[in-house]
């Protein structure tokens, strides 16, 4: 007979940051990858937010596998097998983060940015879910909004939230119809009326369309 058991045990994961956390700093990003990429190259598509006011927080999926090719590494933030066990040490992993990153400062000295990335959407929302941090924008990018997440999850939002969800035309995951319900649902939970952009392009985070979008914070 096959028997499963489990164990607890102390780990180590990583995250990355981009540029520094200073008494100009007036807005703190935590971002999340997509699948199979990693924390420390997602951050550089954020070099274009300005250096003097950004702080990025870039979260890493527990889960690290060789691509195809087996030279390069990717993460993934989980998978259907174990879902209950991945998502608390998800939760855990990110409540670590929140109290590493900003070296003992205030969460309200800031406004907060949260976006989430393809598989990284899901994480970005829990993230914001679990930790109860009142972000001032949460960016669905070409990703999913967590099933089990409701109303309740987001009452501690201050009514000046805002919520996007982004989309390449020619995403080769998402139609405008499939990720207009995840944007739906997202809005649903949040009590946020959503802005929805497109933008001529595939399944990525373009660094262009990043920027527009954050001069019109």
């Not at 001032?136 to 987001?154: D, R, T």
């Amino acid at each position: 007979m096959i028997g499963t058991r489990q164990v607890s045990f102390e780990t180590t994961a990583p995250y990355h940051t981009l540029y520094e956390l200073t008494e100009d700093t007036q807005y703190v990003w935590i971002v999340c990858h997509g699948y199979g990429q990693l924390s420390e190259r997602f951050v550089r598509q954020f070099q274009v937010l300005d250096a003097k006011t950004n702080f990025v927080i870039s979260l890493q999926g527990l889960s690290r596998f060789y691509l195809p090719g087996h030279q390069k590494v990717g993460a993934s933030w989980m998978t259907k097998e174990g879902r209950e066990e991945e998502l608390l040490n998800q939760s855990q992993y990110f409540a670590a983060v929140l109290k590493d990153c900003l070296d003992g400062q205030d969460w309200m000295d800031y406004k907060v940015n949260l976006l989430g990335f393809s598989q990284g959407a899901s994480a970005i929302c829990r993230l914001a879910a679990h930790s109860r941090l009142d972000f001032a924008h949460l960016i669905l990018w070409a990703g999913s909004f967590p099933s089990e997440l409701s109303p309740e999850s987001f009452a501690h939002l201050s009514e000046g939230a805002r919520v996007y969800g982004v989309l390449g035309s020619e995403d080769s995951y998402y139609t405008r119809e499939l990720f207009g319900t995840e944007v739906s649902r997202l809005s649903a939970a949040t009590g946020c009326i959503p802005v929805e952009v497109t933008y001529d392009g595939g399944h990525e985070l373009r660094r262009d369309v990043l920027s527009t979008l954050v001069s019109k914070f």
